[in-house]
Structures are given as structure tokens and as C-alpha cells.
């Protein structure tokens, strides 16, 4: 069994941005049904209903904790079901939320060498006692299989995989930091426990014959719905960034999403990470209409899918 909750859908800065004017987060700050908030994205996996794993902790992690019942503790005065949080990148968006878990609990960090190499530049994660949450390196290409601390199988394996994407942007330097590269800075994550299998790929840059080749045949893809077009953020006035100069695919461009899955054989495909101005996120927009129509799903907080 794969049981997954969305903790959170939404792009960094959530919906609605904190300092956004625009008509969707106005709508989704009135409380506008048809424009529901949404959290920055992150996801939560059992095999067992017991044991979680946390896919990002996103700077809203302690909100997401607090309306995920799965996730609230259940023996003794400390606890929780939280067994390890895997970190699929560096960027403020997949890190910041560590803090929150600073509690002396143990768990464990999974990350790449490069994204453990990030924490260890920075002091301020050391207020994770290393004594109490230990740091695992995942390799790209290379499965784990998931236990509790004390070594028991908890029933899901784990692949890291590398996919198109950017250097972190406090990290960005030299003389091209628009570079789309493909060395472990961005990975995805697919989750198996040996039946089904998922795909969790809330960042990516473009589509590659070797990242096509792995999503074919997968039961579930979460994939990266950041911008509905590549020059949306510079249309609606919001910033001078491409999509692909922040390191996402749009959605709906010729070289886009939908376009790129259309042939693809996949169970179910769920698009996360979706920014403020990307209009899917509004219920009663054509855009929904039409990604819907194409087979996609329009991720919540809150959002279950059992496997």
C-alpha cells in the first residue's frame, strides 16, 4: 500500500502570496470557495499507516502538520509519526520548514550529496541536534528501502532521480546562473512498495528522453505545475523571470506539460507546485477546464490517494 497525502499544492510564497494584490489571491483570501488557500508544496507517504514521510518540508510545515490528523502524535507527552523527511532540492521552498522540527525528535534527513552539502553550510540547521535527527545521503539512481530508526521495514522503497532543473537562487553565481542543469541539484523521488508506483517530480525544467523513459507505466505522477505559460509572471506584471529561467516547465506551452505527457502512459497524473498567478488554481477558470480535459488533476491541500 501506498497511502499519500498533499500537504501542500501551492508554489513557494502559497496561495495566497502574502504580499500579492492579484485577483486570484484576493479571491483566495476572501474565502472564495471556488479559489480555495493552499499551502507551499509538500507531500506525506505511508506503507504501513503508521510510520510518515515527509516529501519536503516546506516553510509551512507546521500549518500542514496541524491539519494532517495522520500526522499529530499518538503515545506519551512527545511523539510523532514523522519517520523522515526526503528533501528533493535545496531551495528555501524544501528546507525551511527543518526548523519547525528542531524538537529533539528523532528522525532522519534523506537529500542528495549536494542538498546535504547546503544544510552543512549553513549553522543554522545544526539546531537539528545530529545526535537526535540524523543526515542519510541518497544517491540519484540508487533505491532505499525506507525504515524506522531502529531498522524495521516500514513497506516503501525510494529512488532518487536526477531531472532538469537550477542551482538553488541563494546559491546562484558565475558568469551563467540561468544554466539548466542536470547533476543532482533537482531530483525527483519515485516511491514503490513493490506494487505501485509513484512519481513525485514537483520541479522541473524540461522534458528529457531518459525522464520520459522513467515515467512511462507509473500509477501516479505529481508533477511540476508551477506556471500555466512561460512568460506569465512577466504578462501579469508580477516579475521579469521566464518559467524556464526559474527552472519549471509551463503547463500549457507547445513544449509544456500537457503537451509532453499527451502520449504518455500513466495511471494518474496530478499537477503540484503551482504558483499564485497560475490560473488552474481557480476552480471556475477555462484554464482548469482545459487541463482537466486533458486527464490532469488539480492538487489540494489535504488531497489523499491510496495505491
Known amino acids: 500500500m501506498i497511502d499519500l497525502v498533499v500537504l501542500g499544492a501551492a508554489a ?4 495566497p502570496q502574502w504580499n500579492s494584490n492579484a485577483g486570484g489571491c484576493r479571491r483566495a483570501r476572501s ?12 507531500i506525506a507517504v505511508s506503507g504501513d499507516g503508521e510510520h510518515w514521510f515527509v516529501v519536503n518540508a516546506s516553510p509551512d510545515l507546521r500549518q500542514q502538520i496541524g491539519q494532517t490528523p495522520v500526522l499529530h502524535p499518538r503515545t506519551g507527552l512527545r511523539s510523532t509519526p514523522i519517520a523522515g523527511v526526503i528533501l528533493t532540492g535545496a531551495e528555501v521552498d524544501t528546507i525551511t520548514g527543518l526548523l ?7 528522525f532522519d534527513i534523506f537529500g ?8 552543512d553550510a549553513n549553522p543554522i540547521f545544526e539546531a537539528l541536534n545530529r545526535e537526535v535527527v540524523g543526515r542519510r545521503e541518497i ?3 540508487h533505491s532505499l528501502l525506507l525504515t524506522t530508526r531502529d531498522g524495521k521495514p516500514v513497506g516503501l522503497e525510494i529512488t532518487p532521480f536526477t531531472v532538469p532543473g537550477k542551482v538553488p537562487l541563494y546559491t546562484e553565481k558565475g558568469e551563467n546562473p540561468a544554466a539548466i542543469v542536470e547533476n543532482g541539484e533537482t531530483v525527483g523521488l519515485e516511491i514503490t512498495d513493490g506494487r ?15 525522464l520520459r523513459a522513467r515515467i512511462v507505466g507509473a500509477d501516479l505522477v ?14 501579469a506584471g508580477l516579475g521579469e523571470k ?3 529561467r526559474m527552472g519549471h516547465m509551463s503547463v500549457s506551452d507547445a513544449d509544456g506539460t500537457v503537451a509532453a505527457f499527451r502520449d504518455l502512459d500513466v495511471g494518474r497524473r496530478v499537477l503540484i507546485h503551482i504558483n499564485n498567478s497560475n490560473p488552474i488554481l481557480l476552480a471556475d477558470s477555462p484554464e482548469r477546464a482545459e487541463v482537466e480535459a486533458a486527464g490532469w488533476d488539480v492538487s489540494f491541500d489535504g488531497m489523499r490517494i491510496t495505491l
Open 12 to 15: 513557494g510564497g502559497g496561495f
Open 31 to 42: 474565502g472564495d470557495p471556488l479559489a480555495p488557500a493552499r499551502t507551499q508544496a509538500s
Open 100 to 106: 519547525t522540527l528542531r524538537e529533539r525528535q528523532l
Open 112 to 119: 542528495t550529496r549536494q542538498v546535504l552539502d547546503q544544510l
Open 139 to 141: 544517491a540519484p539512481d
Open 196 to 210: 505501485a508506483r509513484v512519481l513525485f517530480i514537483p520541479g522541473c525544467a524540461a522534458m528529457t528522453e531518459r
Open 222 to 235: 505529481l508533477f511540476d505545475g508551477t506556471l500555466w505559460r512561460d512568460d506569465e509572471m512577466i504578462l
Open 242 to 244: 521566464t518559467g524556464k
